[in-house]
């Protein structure tokens, strides 16, 4: 699941949060990129999904794949070029970004520990009826800042971490190489599960160069 917690205090800048919690697996190398998968519509919170695939594991690049492009599933309804750094979507009566509740959350998302509220609690806005339609997006370009974010270590959370509670929708985003072949990317997140800075950044410098659209269930 790419459903992520926003972090309160300092885990953005680093701020005393170890890096490195593991090594990430290396991501399954698979015929193609394919959005028609549960993720695709689990990463935007707007429910919906039963009846499709799982996606390919995700993980690190595997040695010796050469990515040439880059595929984003986005949600159709979402401004092009909006990538997951898109500003979070709050829970109701949950404390803005930078701030921290009476109540702290436990960090959790993609580091592993406890999940923040998901979809089932905290919805983003949309609805999935009589489906969900989602851009397939192929991004051309100098993939290297892209490469070097998915390099990136896990920061471990502290002990004592403080976490606003938060949702960000991450898109599904494979690499590809020149033979079509595709791995799913693993991001790197923060102390809190969310996405780490830069991220969003490396895919909004890349270009569009074909979109297709799909309507899941």
């Given amino acids: ?4 917690g926003g972090c309160a205090g300092d885990g953005h800048s680093g701020g005393g949060a170890g890096e490195g919690a593991a090594p990430r697996d290396v991501a399954a190398v698979v015929d193609a990129a394919d959005c028609a998968v549960r993720e695709t519509v689990s990463a935007y919170g707007v429910g919906g999904g039963e009846g499709l695939p799982a996606a390919p594991r995700a993980g690190a690049v595997p040695d010796g794949f050469v990515p040439v492009a880059a595929v984003e599933c986005r949600l159709a309804a979402l401004a092009p070029g909006s990538g997951p750094s898109r500003v979070p979507v709050p829970e109701l009566g949950a404390p803005a970004p930078g701030e921290v509740g009476d109540a702290p959350v436990p960090p959790g998302g ?3 520990g406890p999940a923040v509220p998901g979809p089932s609690e905290t919805e983003a806005p949309g609805t999935t009826s009589p489906g969900t339609r989602v851009d397939v997006v192929r991004l ?17 959370p502290r002990p004592d971490q403080a976490c606003a509670a938060m949702f960000q ?10 033979d079509g072949r595709a ?3 693993a991001w790197p997140t923060d102390a809190c599960g969310f996405l780490r800075d830069g991220a969003g ?7 569009e160069v074909d979109r297709q659209e799909l309507t899941l269930p």
């Fill in 1 to 4: 699941m790419l459903l992520l």
């Fill in 110 to 112: 993609a580091v592993g």
């Fill in 140 to 156: 051309e370009g100098d993939l290297g800042p892209l490469l070097a974010q998915l390099r990136r270590p896990d920061q471990v």
């Fill in 169 to 178: 929708a991450v898109p599904v985003l494979y690499l590809v190489d020149a």
């Fill in 183 to 185: 791995v799913r990317a």
């Fill in 201 to 207: 950044e490396s895919v909004a410098a890349l270009a």
